[in-house]
């Protein structure tokens, strides 16, 4: 049993400097605990998914920019995450037919980062 992940979540990648709130939008129409519940859709940039403040990973482009130009000097750059694929493992609750999303959900990164759930955003409310 896992907790469904809501608005008031925080995620970490495992290449970022700073875990960072998630974000959900109510379009989903299923409210916990005072949030917006997440779905396996919810892995978009920029919209649920927010910069994680640098990212450490040798594939980031920013990061490959930068080492060149201070010959390797500096190995961070802003993150811009990349994620292309739905949160996993689907749980069997559905929340408008697609799969909720719970606090041990992954998804992944373009550059290689793992992104997880350090808290689901509340304590109450147990998924399948």
Do not use: E, Y
Request: proline share 12%; aromatic share 8%; net charge neutral.
């Amino acid at each position: 049993m896992g907790m469904q992940a809501t608005g008031l979540a925080l995620t970490r990648c495992s290449f970022g400097m700073a875990p960072m709130p998630f974000i959900t939008i109510p379009m989903h129409r299923d409210i916990t605990f005072i949030m917006p519940a997440a779905t396996i859709m919810d892995h978009m940039p920029f919209l649920n998914i927010l910069p994680f403040i640098m990212c450490q990973s040798k594939a980031n482009p920013m990061v490959i920019a930068i080492m060149a130009a201070t010959l390797g000097a500096v190995q961070v750059a802003p993150c811009i995450p990349m994620t292309f694929a739905p949160w996993v493992p689907s749980p069997t609750v559905t929340i408008d037919g697609m799969p909720a999303a719970n606090n041990s959900a992954k998804t992944l990164c373009l550059w290689g980062g793992c992104i997880s759930f350090l808290f689901p955003g509340q304590v109450t409310t147990l998924i399948p």
